[in-house]
């Protein structure tokens, strides 16, 4: 019984010490996801000292020692494997087996073994997937009990004399086999809630920053002004939960919410030296509030004592800061500050995403101004040729074809991200048709049918027009004889369709690489119809080129 | 006077020209032409002194016409053209003159100037013109484009110069002169070219002289005069 007693005091001791490895920095290795060659080497002397520990707490009993060894090698074993754990079971083992007595050479051999069945217990879960009861307490449990019912059967197969080896099993197996296996199982419970914790404050911070992401980035995409930023610093401070939240872009203030708020407005300068230092030195700043301070420069009142100061990057250019603060009475939690720098870093790289955005589709209408800048000057030149060639033969058509002439200018000088319906389309396109047709008066068809419900569908300015051009420029003044456009309009399958056509079968590949006519208007009917819509090209070479366009038709309500 | 040959693929540009040209009282229109074929047919027929020639057109632009015209018939050359982006080009085919369209009338009365002092000093204009790497042709009513590659000979005789390929024959405007020069096509006799790279064998006759057999079987008369030639030009 006192022997009982006196294992449980190593028992509690155990306890303690559990503890105080949980709260060490050396419990890191464990809250990791992968386990580190240097992880092991820091389980290794843990709980090598603890098995050493467990041997010096014991309680000698007829020249043998009733010990707490076992929980080391076994717990070892359990959490590192079976190499961590022998090796564990060797050190503590050996270190048994140096103290001597009759019982020397079964207790540290027993003490090794301890440690290949808390490996073997490893070994077992990890191959069955079910790693997630390395922790369990229980297995713990039953993994130091069977290590001390070997130790204790070691024991009576190799100590000699027989009859002092059973007197002594008869003596300790009751309080071995107890005190290890509930050691064993407190010292894993304590690991276990530990680590559960860790795992729950990371789960948590994540989940913030994961909220805060989701709801800042729809804000973000319309970029950073006053409307945005005040969005922004509202759900910073409702989802951390920090005493104040300020947005500056590098001048001044422009959003400002929480404690404070009736010095800090919007529009004032920046004040702070800190935020001026941030700004200039592209870093993060923090005054943790104790040895450094947040002095307000407003007010001297002000609640605010502690804060951290993220620059705002678009590349590596700072346009601003996020800010967070936290008043006299409370600490600035590391989580938080965690969070602040996540957050800027994630705002950042939107800010970035929403540049290239703006970016690309400026490129996009600059191509197609660029486009429509080039009016072909032999179309030009030619068609003024045209026209005053039939001057001399019919002034009224003359007149027609000048006012064809500026119809179709005038079209071209629209703003390119106006939208048309499909009959002003065909105007402008109508308008070049006849110009056309006027200069290859002899040998050019043109065919036109269109769908009259589709008259009023709206397109993109601009889609019908190149895509006509193109049929001339590349298409019929490269042919000897006849030439035939056909466009043509109808709807199939919930689809509308727009079909131009020549009879020259020439196609070059260029037409639809970057910059080309026919791509900028896939890219333009895809930016405002989604990726549904766009352009084809079909091409039986010296028969008819064959340009569709195709457009979801519940896309627009016509 | 001088005969003029205008060609154009538009056909109002072919008649504003003709106009202007007549309001000077210095030309006779002798043909308009919408594409490089009915030029060269019109050349070849019309002899005509200056051809105002529109750079841009179908299959056949105003430079490659240049290069399909035989020497002997080269009439001095006026480009006419919308845009002046072959202005350089132009100049660098020996162009006697360059008009941009609309053609100013006071313009063209320079031209006229410069055409008659070339007439009065009489040199006659040289182009080289690229080489031909396609043979226009006609069949049934369409241009056909055949690579000088792909031709086997050539032959002219009543009918005209016939361009023969392995899958048939075809009739073309131009002469057999102007393709022995522009080609690597080689004469073998009076009627023929031949190129050489199909060749199966050579038959010698008596009499010095030959027959050439084709990859695809047909037979080509090889003449005493070029036989010789065929020879030094293939070593044997």
């Given at each position: ?223 950073i002004?006053?409307?945005?930023a005040?969005?922004?610093a ?8 920090v005493?104040a939240v300020a947005i500056t872009d590098r001048e001044k203030v422009i959003a400002f919410?929480g404690?404070g708020?009736?010095h800090h407005e919007p529009g004032n300068p920046i004040a702070s030296p800190l935020t001026i230092t941030a700004i200039q030195e592209n870093r993060v700043l923090f005054a943790?509030?104790?040895?450094e301070r947040y002095h307000c420069p407003l007010s001297?009142?002000c609640?605010l004592n502690s804060v951290l100061v993220v620059p705002l990057h678009?590349?590596?250019?700072v346009i601003g800061t996020i800010q967070l603060f936290e ?13 602040g720098e996540?957050?800027t ?214 | ?236």
């Open positions: 019984m006192e022997i009982l007693f006196r294992m449980t005091q190593a028992m509690s001791v155990f306890v303690v010490i559990a503890y105080i490895y949980c709260k060490s920095p050396l419990f890191k290795s464990l809250t990791a996801d992968a386990i580190t060659a240097r992880d092991r080497i820091y389980l290794y002397l843990v709980f090598s000292s603890l098995s050493i520990l467990g041997t010096y707490l014991g309680v000698p009993v007829h020249d043998a020692i009733a010990n707490t060894r076992a929980i080391g090698p076994v717990l070892a074993g359990i959490i590192g494997g079976p190499i961590l754990g022998t090796a564990v079971g060797l050190t503590g083992g050996l270190h048994r087996y140096s103290l001597g007595g009759f019982t020397a050479f079964s207790c540290g051999l027993a003490t090794i073994l301890a440690g290949m069945i808390g490996g073997g217990v490893h070994w077992h879960l990890s191959r069955r997937n079910r790693s997630e009861h390395l922790f369990d307490p229980k297995i713990a449990f039953l993994a130091a009990f069977g290590a001390e019912i070997l130790e204790m059967a070691v024991i009576l197969i190799i100590s000699r004399p027989y009859d002092n080896a059973v007197t002594l099993v008869k003596v300790i197996a009751v309080p071995m086999i107890a005190s290890n296996a509930a050691g064993a199982a407190l010292f894993m419970s304590i690991i276990r809630d530990q680590k559960n914790m860790a795992d729950r404050i990371a789960a948590v911070s994540s989940a913030k920053a994961f909220k805060i992401a989701e709801r800042t980035l729809n804000i973000l995409a319309r970029g002004n006053g409307e945005t005040v969005a922004l509202k759900i910073i401070h409702q989802e951390t939960g005493g919410i404690e708020s009736d943790a509030g104790t040895r001297d009142d609640p678009i590349d590596n250019d008043p006299k009475n409370r600490r600035f939690l590391n989580m938080n500050k965690t969070l996540g957050i870093r994630l705002l950042s790289n939107q800010l970035l995403l929403s540049r290239y955005e703006m970016q690309k589709n400026l490129l996009v209408q600059s191509e197609l101004k660029l486009l429509q800048a080039q009016v072909n000057p032999h179309f030009l030149f030619n068609s003024l040729n045209t026209i005053i060639a039939v001057l001399r033969i019919d002034a009224v058509r003359c007149k027609d074809l000048l006012i064809h002439l500026s119809n179709f200018f005038r079209k071209n000088l629209k703003r390119a991200n106006d939208l048309s319906t499909l009959a002003e389309e065909l105007d402008h396109v109508n308008s070049y048709l006849q110009i056309e047709k006027a200069r290859y008066d002899d040998r050019l068809a043109v065919e036109i049918d269109i769908d009259p419900s589709l008259l009023k569908m709206i397109l993109p300015t601009f889609t019908l027009q190149p895509l006509v051009e193109n049929a001339f420029k590349h298409g019929i003044s490269h042919t000897m004889g006849q030439g035939i456009a056909r466009i043509k309009a109808f709807r199939t399958d919930g689809r509308a369709f727009i079909e131009i056509e020549d009879n020259a079968g020439v196609f070059h590949e260029k037409e639809m690489e970057d910059g080309h006519g026919i791509k900028i208007v896939d890219k333009r009917l895809k930016g405002h119809f989604g990726s549904h819509s766009g352009v084809t090209i079909s091409c039986v070479p010296h028969e008819v080129t064959r340009v569709t366009v195709q457009i979801p038709m519940e896309s627009h309500a016509s | 006077m001088m005969r003029a040959l205008i060609v154009d693929d538009e056909i109002y540009a072919r008649q504003e020209m003709e106009a202007m040209l007549n309001e000077t009282g210095e030309f006779l229109v002798a043909g308009k032409c919408a594409n490089a074929l009915e030029a060269i047919r019109a050349i070849n027929k019309e002899r005509p002194d200056v051809l105002f020639l529109d750079v841009q057109m179908p299959v056949i632009n105003g430079f490659e016409l240049l290069g399909m015209i035989d020497e002997s018939l080269m009439p001095a050359v006026v480009f006419v053209t919308a845009y002046d982006e072959y202005a350089l080009k132009a100049f660098e085919e020996n162009a006697l003159d360059y008009l941009l369209k609309p053609v100013e009338k006071e313009r063209l009365l320079k031209t006229v100037e410069k055409l008659k002092r070339r007439f009065t000093e009489d040199d006659k204009p040289v182009f080289t013109g690229p080489d031909i790497k396609k043979i226009p042709c006609i069949h049934s009513a369409k241009i056909k484009l055949i690579n000088t590659a792909d031709v086997e000979y050539v032959r002219s005789g009543d009918g005209g110069v016939y361009v023969i390929c392995p899958n048939g024959e075809f009739y073309t405007e131009l002469t057999l002169q102007i393709l022995e020069n522009k080609t690597n096509l080689l004469r073998c006799h009076k009627q023929y070219l031949i190129n050489i790279d199909l060749v199966d064998e050579i038959l010698l006759r008596e009499n010095m002289v030959a027959e050439i057999k084709t990859k695809s079987g047909r037979v080509v008369p090889v003449s005493r005069r070029y036989l010789r030639m065929l020879r030094e030009r293939l070593l044997f």
